[in-house]
């Protein structure tokens, strides 16, 4: 059984800084990523990392801001923000791909395990 366990979140001002974490309990070996989802919008991309950690990608919103990375021998992936925005503002989604799909992807249909969120306040 897999269990993501999102922590990290909390209220910051605008420029601060947060890193959310993701503790995954039973081995996926298998690319992951980060959603978000703000109040009254539908959930989006934020970034992904291969399996390997050799690949990641980074929405446009966030890029050069953020920056995700993986411990897999604590089973662990990391979301380092900075510069954050009022508009960073959102509920954040922690995921995992089947096991054995190594490959990061943005699309969150292709992942099937899911944590409950943790949620990020950024105030202006």
């Known amino acids: 059984q897999v269990q993501l366990v999102e922590s990290g979140g909390g209220s910051v001002q605008a420029g601060g800084s947060l890193r959310l974490s993701c503790a995954i309990s039973g081995r996926t070996y298998s690319a992951m990523g980060w959603f978000r989802q703000a109040p009254g919008k539908e959930r989006e991309f934020v970034a992904t990392i291969s399996w390997d950690g050799g690949t990641t990608d980074h929405a446009d919103s966030v890029k050069g801001r953020f920056a995700i990375s993986r411990d897999n021998a604590k089973i662990t992936v990391y979301l380092q923000m900075n510069s954050l925005k009022p508009e960073d503002t959102a509920v954040y989604y922690c995921?995992?791909?089947?096991?054995?799909?190594?490959?990061?992807?943005?699309?969150?249909?292709?992942?099937?395990?899911w944590g409950q969120g943790t949620q990020v306040t950024v105030s202006s």
């Open positions: 995921a995992a791909r089947a096991r054995a799909y190594y490959g990061a992807s943005s699309l969150s249909q292709q992942y099937v395990y």
